[in-house]
């Protein structure tokens, strides 16, 4: 069973506007909470993080002021609101989580269940 499921990704143009989510698979929840992003031919890289209580936030440089993490706890759902896309953007975004950790941050290593991805393409 996937641990967590992200959906959401999809074929936008510049400057649009893209709401990504990743749900927890049934019987499973998740402290720590991130989104990251692998372009083709670079490593995967971090893009957003919260805390369980969503009191704390980080966000890659690139990000700052486009992104929006959230999460509903009750539905065991994270979101990645993604405004003012570019090209740059492109990539499959990975849902990450940990079951102990109340914030893992941008260290991968910290987070220990990992979705497939979800592909996001902008187009110039």
């Known amino acids: 069973q996937v641990p967590l499921a992200e959906s959401g990704g999809g074929l936008v143009q510049t400057g649009d506007s893209l709401t990504l989510s990743c749900a927890a698979a049934?019987?499973?929840?998740?402290?720590?909470m991130g989104w990251f992003r692998q372009a083709p031919g670079r490593d995967r890289e971090f893009v957003a993080a919260?805390?369980?209580?969503?009191?704390?936030?980080e966000y890659a440089n690139f990000v700052k002021g486009r992104f929006k993490i959230s999460r509903d706890v009750a539905k065991k759902t994270v979101y990645l609101q993604m405004n003012n896309l570019r090209p740059e953007d492109t990539a499959v975004y990975y849902c990450?989580?940990?079951?102990?950790?109340?914030?893992?941050?941008?260290?991968?290593?910290?987070?220990?269940?990992w979705g497939q991805g979800t592909q996001v393409t902008v187009s110039s």
């Open positions: 990450a989580g940990d079951p102990d950790r109340g914030y893992s941050g941008g260290f991968a290593k910290w987070y220990t269940a």
């Open positions: 049934s019987g499973r929840s998740f402290k720590a």
């Open positions: 919260n805390t369980f209580t969503g009191s704390t936030f």
